[in-house]
């Protein structure tokens, strides 16, 4: 069964970079699954933010398109997410799921909240 | 941007009950609507995709249907641990966007 772990650093400062990483067991993040993040500000709706697949092919929500960058790993075995240039609209549980599709979800990680104050 | 509208916010129902929860679409997204259920300090649990075909390990008491422009997800018998929040999701186009959800609460 895979297994999808979020990490990162729980409070960044407002325009730094956010960087947070997926670490998957039980399977491989080269297998022919697409590896995606979301995010869910406190208290409201899912944001979905992009995907990378196997071959470094990735799609962003137009909203975040300038500022983030998702990738892979192989060596570790893990996905990860880049967002620059952070505002306190970033605070949000950020979860990485990855499923055969790029548009829906049924393997997620349990979340990791991050908070952007000074 | 397809946004989606859930209704209605909250719906208070007892265990045995039929619990009908809609989202409707501003454009046309075909089949491609999923539900989900998030309970509290979870991650969401996918139950449909494709508007009626249930995820894997999904009871059949729950079931979805409609395409276009407006669906419904519905669980036929209420049972103790089904009341969470649930939040529908539409990949016709992108970006890939949710409904605000719907809290299904214990009456």
């Known amino acids: 069964q895979l297994q999808l772990q979020e990490s990162g650093p729980g409070l960044v400062r407002p325009s730094e970079t956010l960087s947070l990483t997926c670490s998957v067991s039980g399977g491989s993040v080269s297998t022919s699954l697409y590896w995606s993040w979301i995010r869910q500000p406190p208290g409201k709706e899912l944001e979905w933010i992009g995907y990378?697949?196997?071959?470094?092919?990735?799609n962003y929500n137009p909203s975040l398109k300038s500022r983030v960058t998702i990738s892979l790993d192989t060596s570790r075995n893990q996905s990860s997410l880049k967002l620059i240039s952070v505002t306190a609209a970033d605070t949000a549980v950020y979860y990485c799921?990855?499923?055969?599709?790029?548009?829906?979800?049924?393997?997620w990680g349990q979340g990791t909240l991050l908070i952007v104050s000074s | 941007e397809s946004v989606l509208t859930q209704s209605p916010g909250t719906l208070s129902l007892s265990p045995g009950e039929r619990a009908t929860l809609s989202c409707r679409a501003s454009?046309?997204?075909?089949?491609?609507l999923a539900w989900y259920q998030q309970k509290p300090g979870q991650a969401p649990r996918l139950l449909i995709y494709?508007?009626?075909s249930r995820a894997a390990g999904i009871p059949d008491r729950f079931s979805g249907s409609g395409s276009g422009t407006d669906f419904t997800l519905t669980i036929s018998r209420l049972e103790p641990e089904d009341f969470a929040v649930f939040y529908c999701q539409q990949y016709g186009t992108l970006p890939y966007t949710f409904g605000q959800g719907t809290k299904l609460e214990i009456k």
């Open positions: 494709g508007a009626s």
């Open positions: 990378v697949y196997k071959s470094g092919s990735t």
């Open positions: 454009q046309s997204v075909s089949s491609s």
């Open positions: 799921a990855g499923d055969s599709t790029p548009s829906r979800w049924y393997f």
